[in-house]
């Protein structure tokens, strides 16, 4: 078994809304026990409440992009706001870190492609949703991400509910036996 990534289809998990103080660690401590990376989008009023997390990220290999200071959604009439969330955002977590950030996932999808130019960021959206954060059934958020897996997808969990960790560590297993490799989003996009 020399070469590992020989066959590999590539998948990317990601994770929103954190870090959260106690199910964020667990899902590190999982991850890191998998030898998966993953990309996590986190907003900056979390971040700054919970930098040890946000260090152990990076420290773990994870890539750690900016998803607001509160979560907030761009439209029509808050276009500078948004930006001024995105800026004091990547602040807190380049001071965490030492790293700036690339990629942001804007909430509920919405995005200025003008933005990309102006702050040099990425957008990442994604190809699975499967509505973890409003459901507690971790048997359905499982069977929704793996039965519509396939190459190069890029999956949206949140790392702030007991039950997508469970649903997460499920999804992980269960596509590694399919042959899957989890990457962060870069390896997706521009690989």
Known sequence: ?????????????TFD????????????????????????????EHASLHP?????????????????????QLNSGNREKFKDELVKTNKVIEAITG?????????YGSWDKKLEEELNMFPVLWTIDPLDWCSDNVDGITR????????????????YYPTT??????????????????????EILFD
């Open 144 to 159: 929704k991400v793996v039965s519509k897996a396939k190459e190069n997808d890029i999956i949206l969990m949140h790392d």
């Open 17 to 44: 809304d954190g870090p959260h103080p106690y199910y964020t660690e667990q899902l590190l401590d999982g991850l890191k026990e998998r030898e998966v990376r993953v990309t996590f989008f986190v907003t900056g």
């Open 52 to 72: 040890d997390v946000i260090a152990r990220m990076k420290e773990d290999g994870h890539v750690i992009g900016n998803h607001t200071y509160s979560h907030m």
């Open 99 to 107: 790293e700036e950030v690339i990629y942001v996932r804007p909430p």
């Open 1 to 13: 078994m020399g070469q590992i990534n020989e066959g590999q289809k590539k998948i990317a998990l």
């Open 165 to 186: 960790i469970t649903a997460a560590f499920r999804i992980i297993d269960n596509l590694k036996e399919q042959g899957y490799e989890f990457v962060t989003v870069e």
